[in-house]
């Protein structure tokens, strides 16, 4: 019997060294990661566009570059989603 409660304790041990070495992979998947690394690839993506406006594109933003104030709003929000990410990843609550 004591030899069992060994073996469950050091099962227990085993599982939650496991757990541990998985939590870099736990926070691979969260879905602030994913929005912000989307906002951050389409801010630079039309922000890069800001930087050469067309005249006609101008006249129809009635000489605003929309592009370039667009793009810097999204890579700005992408940023604030990683740092989000970076100061309070997830943590697993083992309830047991």
């Given at each position: 019997?004591?030899?069992?409660a ?28 994913v929005?912000g ?11 890069g ?8 594109g101008?006249?129809k933003?009635?000489?605003i570059?929309?592009?370039?104030w ?8 992408g940023a604030?989603?990683?740092l989000?990410?970076?100061r ?9």
């Amino acid at each position: 019997m004591r030899e069992d409660a060994v073996e469950r304790t050091r099962h227990a041990a085993a599982v939650a060294e496991l757990e541990e070495q998985s939590g870099t992979a736990r926070t691979l998947f969260d879905v602030r990661t994913v929005i912000g690394g989307l906002f951050l690839l389409y801010g630079l993506l039309i922000g890069g566009a800001g930087l050469f406006p067309t005249e006609d594109g101008l006249a129809k933003s009635q000489g605003i570059n929309i592009n370039l104030w667009t793009g810097l709003a999204m890579v700005v929000v992408g940023a604030l989603f990683v740092l989000w990410v970076w100061r309070r990843p997830l943590k697993h609550d083992n309830a047991e």
